[in-house]
């Protein structure tokens, strides 16, 4: 079992920024990839960003050149550092682990983006 934990989220102006953070404990030994997905209210749930075990970073096209997902081996922790946030941006953030056991998702963090 993995488990993950995110924070960082909150309430920013629009052209504000945040970062999230996503720790994981467990069996972290069996993640390969990490990424970011968000929902926004009466919406599905959509992808954000993406690191492998390479390091190589995926983007959705609406995050591309504005977001970076980057992680921190050694605290088990990637980030997702946000900027020139938008009110569409506004949704619940979560981290997901994904290994050759499973998938795993944190609780959510909550990002507002008020105009």
């Known amino acids: 079992q993995v488990q993950l934990v995110e924070s960082g989220g909150g309430l920013v102006q629009a052209g504000g920024s945040l970062r999230l953070s996503c720790t994981a404990s467990?069996?972290?030994?069996?993640?390969?990839?990490k990424s970011w997905h968000r929902q926004a209210p009466g919406k599905p749930r959509e992808f954000v960003a993406r690191?492998?075990?390479?390091?190589?970073?995926r983007y959705a096209d609406s995050v591309k050149g504005r977001f970076t997902i980057s992680r921190d081996t050694a605290k088990n922790t990637n980030y997702l550092q946000m900027s020139s946030l938008k009110p569409e941006d506004t949704a619940v953030y979560y981290c997901?682990?994904?290994?050759?056991?499973?998938?795993?998702w944190g609780q959510g963090t909550q990002v507002t983006v008020s105009s």
């Open positions: 997901k682990a994904e290994g050759w056991r499973g998938d795993y």
């Open positions: 467990g069996d972290i030994f069996s993640i390969n990839t």
């Open positions: 690191i492998g075990s390479s390091g190589i970073a």
